[in-house]
């Protein structure tokens, strides 16, 4: 066991992941710092044991199984920075989305309001390039910090980092994201804490956020469509397997009454791609990310 980092064994995930479902880490690591970050990528790197960044685990379906690798968590990563003059915000990796919009907000600096609600961590908000009604992200960065296999910190600007629908230049190459900063406009806080909460309630209007779920289960199906009419289309609201169901609220999202497992979804998103591709013929491609083995 290398002594810069603490690491444990055997950590249960299921309350690490909004599907409140999954099995174990055979080995977790909650590093304080990115001297301990980067050692505990080293050594997962010299051990051959592969590894995983976990957020706020709300775009992950973990498998019954577990993971046998080493799970990493960013939530000792968790400052965020105003400087509401200049309309800069720096937010660490493990910063919760909605504290972040928060914080932006009551310092009367616009540009991320249209993502409240929004459940997940600034690392993986980045990551991922998270967004809803029309906004993502990526609009209000203006750089990210990021930490590559051998341990160094990188710094883009945002003109250097390539950001598409739910995907950003982190899923391709390995570097785990560390730090996002902003730079916002300035406005008015009660205004823009008003807009915040018109959009949460929307969002509570919409979609089933009283139950369990990963939030949107496919990406938009491309040219500019949407994955919930077309699993509407298919006739699949309600369809249940085991304790998941497809949400009668919105189709594109897959909820838990409770008993679920991650059996239950894996299956329940399969199913629902084979009913959407024969009924429409449209495949749709997940955006949730699977970890762990789903095979068994």
């Known amino acids: 066991m290398d002594p810069r980092f603490s690491l444990e064994q055997n950590v249960s995930l299921k309350d690490r992941c909004t599907y409140r479902t999954g099995g174990s880490a055979r080995y977790f690591a909650r590093p304080l710092n990115t001297e301990e970050l980067g050692a505990a990528v080293a050594y997962a790197a010299q051990t051959a044991i592969p590894w995983f960044v976990l957020g706020k685990g709300s775009n992950v379906l973990i498998s019954d199984a577990g993971y046998n690798g080493l799970v990493i968590s960013m939530e000792k990563f968790n400052t965020i920075a105003v400087d509401a003059p200049l309309g800069a915000v720096r937010a660490q990796a493990g910063a919760e989305l909605q504290d972040l919009v928060a914080r932006c907000c009551e310092s009367g600096l616009k540009g991320l309001e249209l993502l409240n609600g929004i459940p997940g961590s600034v690392g993986g908000g980045v990551y991922?390039?998270?967004?809803?009604?029309?906004?993502?992200?990526?609009?209000?960065?203006?750089?990210?910090?990021?930490?590559?296999?051998?341990?160094?910190?990188?710094?883009?600007?945002?003109?250097?980092?390539?950001?598409?629908?739910?995907?950003?230049?982190?899923?391709?190459?390995?570097?785990?994201?560390?730090?996002?900063?902003?730079?916002?406009?300035?406005?008015?806080?009660?205004?823009?804490?008003?807009?915040?909460?018109?959009?949460?309630?929307?969002?509570?209007?919409?979609?089933?956020?009283?139950?369990?779920?990963?939030?949107?289960?496919?990406?938009?199906?491309?040219?500019?469509?949407?994955a919930g009419a077309l699993i509407e289309q298919a006739g699949l609201k309600g369809r249940r397997i085991g304790g998941m169901r497809v949400s009668e609220k919105h189709a594109n999202f897959i909820v838990n009454d409770g008993t679920g497992s991650s059996a239950d979804v894996h299956a329940l998103i399969d199913l629902v791609q084979k009913t959407v591709f024969d009924c429409c013929g449209v495949l749709l491609e997940p955006e949730v990310i699977f970890l762990g083995d789903f095979n068994g």
């Open 128 to 226: 991922m390039n998270a967004g809803s009604f029309d906004a993502s992200i990526s609009d209000c960065l203006d750089f990210a910090v990021s930490l590559t296999a051998t341990g160094v910190c990188v710094t883009r600007q945002r003109a250097d980092i390539e950001f598409a629908y739910r995907s950003s230049t982190f899923q391709h190459n390995k570097e785990i994201v560390l730090e996002a900063g902003f730079q916002l406009t300035h406005g008015h806080a009660a205004e823009l804490s008003a807009i915040a909460r018109s959009i949460e309630q929307r969002r509570r209007d919409r979609q089933p956020c009283e139950l369990p779920s990963c939030g949107s289960v496919f990406k938009r199906p491309p040219p500019g469509g949407y």
